[in-house]
């Protein structure tokens, strides 16, 4: 990206958080089946958009997608608001906060929020999984006020959460008049969570589960997850799934080129709980062997 894009994604984030923030009040729930994202472009310095897209979701909830221009993975992240805690689930690809500006973004919302609940929270900052496109901008975060990092490795999930039986046990965390459940995925990577808000039903999958390739780093565990999610969804009402990265593209089983920087027409952010059931049934009917498979709004694809 050149010093004049630059500058030109700055002043559009502001303006699209002038916009956005002041405009809380009247938010119900977005309908993430018609939403659409940005998306890169075939010339990204060209690219205008801003580094940043910022949706909110409901009056507490806010989705955030990194610009597809300043990393092919175009991650999401999510931020929860409660009366004691916010949780920012993951920090994007992009370390820079010139290029990247996630602290800043971040910040803007929850003081926002502050001020209209009269009251200072704490920003916990953790992650769906170790990789770098969801952790890259922790460093934004390191010793801000308030601010409380929870660290990548399996033990530190464990450690943060109180899991007393990592993957089986589901606990419960507390933001203040809102409870999240996390829920341990590993196969992805060792120290996978899910995140599930009994608020908003919004469940969380990070690179588990997403309308793109489904990279699987250990098979047997993996499908052991996806279990576990389904036994979930059974029990919770479930309004959106929603995962970490786009890579389908809007046409039934085909994805965009890995890399790729522009996504036309590329498929929604959201599965349900029948896309779920698909997946669980495909493993199932794979077997013990890791076996790539494309279905309409996913691809198994294990990677060792
Ligand atoms: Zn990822
Ligand atoms: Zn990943």
Same mark, same amino acid.
């Given at each position: ?20 923030? /002041? ?13 659409? @994202?940005?998306?890169? =472009?075939?010339?990204? &310095? ?15 909830? @806010? ?7 300043? *990393?092919?993975?175009?991650?999401? %992240?999510?931020? /929860? ?31 926002? @929020?502050?001020?209209?609940?009269? #009251? ?9 999984? #170790? ?34 039986? @990592? ?31 009994? =608020? ?8 588990? /589960? ?10 047997? =565990? ?9 036994? /979930? ?14 890579? %389908? ?8 080129? %890995? ?6 027409? &590329?498929? #929604?952010?959201?599965?349900?709980? &029948?896309?779920? &059931? ?18 309409? *709004? ?7």
């Amino acid at each position: 990206m050149t010093l004049k894009t630059k500058k030109s994604f700055t002043f559009y984030l502001t303006l699209v958080l002038i916009t956005s923030v /002041f405009c809380i009040s009247a938010i119900g729930q977005t309908d993430l089946n018609k939403q659409n @994202w940005i998306h890169g =472009s075939e010339d990204c &310095e060209k690219n205008t958009d801003e580094p940043i897209q910022v949706v909110q979701y409901d009056e507490s909830t @806010w989705i955030l997608r990194q610009n597809m221009c300043t *990393n092919y993975e175009a991650p999401f %992240m999510f931020l /929860f608001l409660g009366q004691k805690k916010a949780l920012l689930m993951d920090t994007g690809a992009t370390r820079e906060e010139e290029y990247f500006p996630l602290y800043k973004t971040v910040n803007i919302i929850v003081d926002t @929020w502050q001020k209209q609940q009269n #009251k200072k929270i704490e920003l916990i900052v953790a992650h769906t999984h #170790k990789h770098g496109d969801h952790f890259s901008a922790d460093t934004q975060f390191k010793e801000k006020a308030n601010t409380t990092i929870v660290g990548l490795e399996k033990t530190d999930v464990i450690d943060f959460f109180k899991l007393t039986s @990592w993957p089986t046990d589901i606990v419960d965390f507390e933001l203040g008049n809102r409870i999240l459940k996390i829920v341990p995925i590993p196969g992805h990577q060792e120290a996978s969570i899910a995140i599930y808000d009994t =608020s908003s039903k919004l469940l969380l999958t990070g690179d588990t /589960f997403y309308p793109g390739r489904l990279y699987v780093e250990d098979w047997s =565990s993996f499908k052991t997850s996806v279990n576990r999610l389904v036994e /979930f969804s059974k029990k919770h009402e479930i309004k959106y799934i929603l995962g970490n990265h786009i890579e %389908m593209t809007s046409t039934d089983g085909v994805d965009f080129p %890995m890399g790729s920087t522009n996504h036309p027409e &590329e498929h #929604k952010l959201p599965l349900n709980v &029948e896309d779920l &059931e698909s997946l669980q049934s495909s493993l199932n009917n794979l077997g013990d062997k890791p076996t790539k498979k494309a279905h309409k *709004n996913f691809i198994i694809y294990p990677i060792n």
